[in-house]
Nanobody
Framework: QVQLVESGGGLVQAGASLRLSCISS????????MAWFRQAPGKEREFVAGITASGGATDYGESVKGRFTISRDDVQTRVYLQMNNLKPEDTAVYYCAGRLSRDSQVRSRSSLYRHWGQGTQVTVSS
């Protein structure tokens, strides 16, 4: 069973930056498409960003485009989410997710991802 563990969340003020990190226990991490999702209280889980197994393609949710950047380090078996210019509406629990696929396109549907982390809280105050 692949384990994903997120870190890097916290409480920040609007306009600040945070970098989330997710480490995978998989020995074939470079075959996994990775993504970040988030869920705010009372709302559905939302796709934030994704990156293909090759790292050659990324995709972002509309609300974070231009502010967030996803990247991966296959040697460290980590995926990162750099979040800049944070807004109060970015407040949510952020989840790392992975799917064993060398798909050339990023998929944003959460049901396609088999492996999930426990989540890390990001709170942005105004």
């Amino acid at each position: 069973q692949v384990q994903l563990v997120e870190s890097g969340g916290g409480l920040v003020q609007a306009g600040a930056s945070l970098r989330l990190s997710c480490i995978s226990s998989s020995s074939v991490f470079n075959s996994y498409q990775m993504a970040w999702f988030r869920q705010a209280p009372g709302k559905e889980r939302e796709f934030v960003a994704g990156i293909t197994a090759s790292g050659g393609a990324t995709d972002y949710g509309e609300s974070v485009k231009g502010r967030f950047t996803i990247s991966r380090d296959d040697v460290q078996t980590r995926v990162y989410l750099q979040m800049n210019n944070l807004k109060p509406e970015d407040t949510a629990v952020y989840y790392c997710a992975g799917r064993l696929s060398r798909d050339s396109q990023v998929r944003s549907r959460s049901s396609l991802y088999r492996h999930w982390g426990q989540g890390t809280q990001v709170t942005v105050s105004s």
